[in-house]
């Protein structure tokens, strides 16, 4: 069974500018999440998505951040215009829909640097 | 959710059992203990979870107190790969949210 993937790994660019992650999920997970991982601390939750609807996007700095989601499939993060405190790990997980359980599966995340 | 603390660093010798402590004082009675490990440049992998009774699997046990305040996490012989971050969090059990904390840094040394 293939893990979650995610696109890119890497992504460099200078502050202003915008950027795009693309996450693709596993098979048949209904559930998917984005979160931030600054350095040294753990994750942070920005959105949660139930097939194609958002249903937890308190911690998303809606100014300039925005996901979507359009398929219930695989989804894409966006910042626009990214700022230097950006820079951080983005992750995305997935899980199957309903009740039992926060096993969640992650990517291995895409590490973003703003100069 | 309640709160979780872990020491924030330990070290384990290479073929040992690693014993790694979470407090959770506040623990409500439909909340389980989940942990999660993140090894360097990797996305956080589950490993165990548990409500109140002891759980086992192929990488490690879980035993929960009788008052469900604090959990131990046991690698029975560790080695150099179990090197990593390893979360304990609480969930609700109708929850659809984890909320890491700073983990316990964990160096397995040959």
């Known amino acids: 069974e293939a893990g979650v993937v995610q696109s890119p790994r890497y992504k460099i660019i200078e502050k202003k500018q915008p950027v795009a992650f693309w996450c693709n999920p596993i098979s048949g997970h209904n559930t998917l999440y984005w979160y931030r991982q600054n350095l040294g601390q753990g994750p942070e939750l920005l959105i949660r998505?139930?097939?194609?609807?958002?249903?937890?996007d308190s911690q998303l700095p809606k100014d300039r951040f925005s996901a979507e989601r359009l398929k219930g499939v695989d989804s894409t993060l966006k910042i626009q215009p990214a700022e230097l405190g950006d820079s951080a790990v983005y992750l995305c997980?997935?899980?199957?829909?309903?009740?039992?359980?926060?096993?969640?599966?992650f990517g291995p995340g895409t590490r973003l640097l703003v100069l | 959710d309640a709160k979780t603390t872990q020491p924030p660093s330990m070290d384990c010798a290479e073929g040992r059992a690693a014993n790694l402590p979470c407090n959770h004082s506040t623990i409500s009675g439909n909340e389980y203990v989940y942990w999660y490990r993140q090894i360097h440049s990797q996305g956080p992998q589950y490993i165990i979870h548990g409500l109140k009774n002891n759980e086992t699997n192929e990488m490690a046990s879980l035993i929960i107190t009788e008052d469900r305040k604090s959990s131990t996490l046991i690698l029975p012989h560790a080695t150099l790969r179990d090197t990593a971050v390893y979360y304990c969090i609480v969930v609700k059990a109708a929850g659809n949210k984890l909320t890491f904390g700073g983990g316990t840094r964990v160096l397995v040394k040959p």
């Open positions: 997980a997935s899980k199957k829909q309903g009740p039992g359980g926060e096993t969640q599966y």
């Open positions: 998505y139930e097939n194609e609807e958002a249903v937890d």
